[in-house]
């Protein structure tokens, strides 16, 4: 069966400072992995996908994650955080190798201070 | 465009009440996935229609959850005989067909039950 881990609940990072939030998967098979965000009062919008194509992924608000099949790992990574980047981020694998079924982390809050 | 669309926003009911939950996905979006965000949790698949018809709904967590959507577009999630513990944040999220597709979720709804 197909999981992630998300290493860390909560992450706090100063403004213009770089982002690290961790994610780990299990899969059976050669997973398709995803990063979300989730802004207060609003849906969740895909930030990247990884999909078997080259393993650094780069996505939208200069967020960028590298899959790492040794480590089973999929980290997302901004070199410098603003304050917009505040909000709840999900790992996400998906069940069926495809879109179907996304099976989602436990979700990260990241925090940026002025 | 108009995204996906939930409505209500937040609903509140007693224990042991039915309820329904609408869903309005973008027009020409094949694919409908239902999935339920308990307090500080990622979002759990409850159901995906391709369709009219439900593909996978192996997420339902028993009989009281039930969900149609009978010409292809708007779907609604019922819920019979409410729980305390079916109080939760309620995702719809549509795509352009399933498989390899992103999914566009709407704003959610939320569901307390008293």
């Known amino acids: 069966a197909q999981s992630v881990t998300q290493l860390d609940s909560h992450v706090s990072v100063s403004e213009g400072t770089p982002v690290l939030l961790r994610c780990n998967y299990s899969?059976?098979?050669?997973?398709?992995l995803f990063w979300y965000v989730q802004h207060p009062n609003k849906g969740l919008q895909l930030l990247l996908k990884?999909?078997?194509?080259?393993?650094l992924v780069k996505g939208i608000n200069g967020f960028e994650a590298e899959f790492k099949k040794s480590e089973t790992s999929f980290h997302l990574t901004k070199p410098s955080a603003h304050m917009s980047d505040a909000a709840e981020y999900f790992c996400?694998?998906?069940?069926?190798?495809?879109?179907?079924?996304?099976?989602f982390g436990a979700g990260t809050r990241l925090a940026v201070h002025p | 465009g108009a995204g996906v669309s939930q409505t209500p926003s937040n609903k509140v009911t007693e224990k042991g009440k039915y309820v329904e939950l609408r869903c309005d996905p973008i027009?020409?979006?094949?694919?409908l996935y239902w999935y339920r965000q308990s307090l500080g949790q990622g979002p759990e698949f409850l159901i995906y229609?391709?369709?009219?018809?439900?593909?996978?709904d192996s997420g339902l967590p028993n009989d009281r959850f039930f969900a149609v959507r009978p010409e292809g577009s708007v779907s609604t999630l019922k819920i019979q005989r409410t729980e305390r513990g079916d109080s939760a944040v309620y995702l719809c999220?549509?795509?352009?067909?399933?498989?390899?597709?992103?999914?566009?979720f709407g704003p959610g709804t939320r569901l307390t039950v008293l």
């Open positions: 229609f391709q369709g009219t018809g439900a593909a996978d």
């Open positions: 027009s020409g979006h094949t694919a």
């Open positions: 899969s059976s098979y050669s997973p398709s």
């Open positions: 990884y999909t078997s194509a080259a393993t």
């Open positions: 999220a549509s795509s352009l067909t399933g498989g390899e597709n992103e999914q566009f």
């Open positions: 996400v694998v998906s069940a069926t190798g495809g879109y179907n079924k996304l099976i």
